[in-house]
Each structure stands twice: as C-alpha cells, then as structure tokens.
C-alpha cells in the first residue's frame, strides 16, 4: 500500500451539505493512508470552464503521482462517461465533459484516458445522483493504493474537451484576450499568459506595454500595493496570466467586469 499518496478533491459542492464529507470517508474506509487536499469546492455551480481553469493552475503544486479528483458534473447520472486521464506525472480522475479541457492540452506530457467501466471499484449501491461518493472517491481511492490504471477500463481517444477561449493576435503588435476567471477578490485573470507578451516583445528594443479594458488604457503594474488609488490596474499574477485588479478592492465588482469581457494588449 503506498502510504504517501496524495488525492485532491475538486467540486462545485460547497460546504452546506455533507458530499464533500462523505466523499472523504469513502477513499479513507479504502485508503485509511492517503493524505486528501481540497483544492476548491466553490466552483460555480456546473462551471466545466472554471473547473478546467482551476485545475490548471492548481495541479503541478502537488507531488508527482498526485491523484486530482474533479467532480463538477451537471450530466450525472446520463450516459456521460467516468474517465481516468494519466500524463507522465500526474492523475486526474472525473467526468467526461471537459474538465480536463486544459490537461489534455499540456505541451510537454504524453495524456492517455480510460474509461472507467470496472465496476467492482465502485460503491456496491450506486446511485445516479452521486457520482463523486460511488464512482470517484473509491477508484481515486483504490488507485492510490496502487491498483495499475489500465484495470479500470480501457482506453479512449474520443474524449470531451471544451474550447477554453484563447488569445488572438489581430494585428502585428496587438493581441486580443479576455477574462476567463475571477478571484473571490474580483481580480480578473485573462487568457493572456506572460508568455505572450515575452513573444510580443522579443523582436523589440523598447519594452511599452498597453492594457486596454472597458475602452479605456489600464495601467500595468508589477504588485497590487504600487497602485495607489482605487482605480484599475493590471499586472501579471502568480499563475503567469494577466490580471485586472484593483488595489485593496474589486475590479469585478466595481468596474463591472464578468468572465468574458475583452482585453487588448499593444506592445508599444
């Protein structure tokens, strides 16, 4: 039994009800041993896009081997299929609706999905109502205990994935993006990664770096606290992606900024 494995639990469950709870007890009645991390259960309720951003972000802050369980699953129940997806690092067990939209689209990690169909690693008495406790938790749970991934099922290539927006260079010096997902802070995260603008500027001398937001310039910055008026600013945060942010408030909140609105950058 590997005593040292890690599972992660990622859901739209909230902390009201007891599913997260119950989810727990069952991997710990299979596993007492693993240690179980909860990334988030605040997603949106049914948000594929927000749960397949968070896992982004969140997954390679584990150890490798890491099992991630992501259970944001508004067609439980219908002939959506349970699915294991393995890179070369990590696991990721859920539905197949596009949670994992941005695993598969991992540039450096070879990704193999199974279909989970071995049903005697699921709960005996199954509901369709509760995927996370009857099918998720045990086969995240009795593949930390070292159960070899090609037992659950066999393998798919037909596997969901979502189109998570990406950004667009219109213009030789100018690229388009928009804001895919918004802290409990109100600080907005675009699809534009520090990535691209290194690419922008890499032919370039001078290094001037135009936000634009809501029609109007929104000044770059390097940390929250050198913005020294309530107004809206941006910056690259700590997952590489530019940001709209206001200092010590929401730029969400008090500037109207939902997922999806549009912003330009102009490498100057």
């Excluded at 007890?25 to 948000?47: A, K, M, R, Y």
């Amino acid at each position: 039994m590997q005593h040292n494995s890690v599972i992660t639990l990622t859901t739209d469950f909230g902390h009201k009800d007891p599913f997260v709870g119950i989810m727990k007890g069952v991997i710990l009645n299979i596993n007492p041993f693993v240690n179980i991390v909860d990334i988030t259960h605040e997603i949106s309720p049914q948000n594929i896009l927000e749960a397949a951003i968070t896992m982004e972000m969140s997954f390679e802050s584990f150890p490798y081997k890491t099992i991630n369980v992501v259970v944001v699953d508004p067609g439980v129940g219908s002939d959506r299929r349970p699915i294991l997806a393995i890179t070369d690092h990590y696991y990721f067990i859920g539905p197949d609706n596009g949670v994992f939209s941005q695993i598969y689209r991992l540039r450096n990690e070879t990704i193999s999905v199974v279909h989970i169909t071995a049903e005697h690693y699921f709960m005996p008495d199954r509901s369709s109502t509760f995927h996370g406790r009857d099918i998720f938790a045990p086969v995240a749970a009795w593949l930390s205990r070292g159960i070899e991934s090609s037992k659950f099922g066999d393998p798919i290539n037909d596997y969901v994935s979502i189109q998570v927006p990406v950004p667009v260079i219109t213009e030789e010096n100018t690229v388009e993006g928009e804001v895919i997902y918004i802290d409990r802070f109100g600080n907005a995260a675009t699809n534009i990664k520090a990535q691209t603008i290194d690419d922008l500027f890499k032919d370039k001398t001078t290094r001037r770096l135009k936000v634009l937001a809501k029609g109007k310039e929104v000044p770059f910055k390097n940390h929250y606290a050198e913005a020294e008026d309530a107004g809206i600013y941006s910056l690259i945060n700590s997952f590489a992606f530019l940001e709209l942010f206001v200092n010590r408030g929401s730029a969400s909140s008090s500037f109207g900024i939902t997922v999806g609105e549009k912003v330009k950058l102009e490498a100057g």
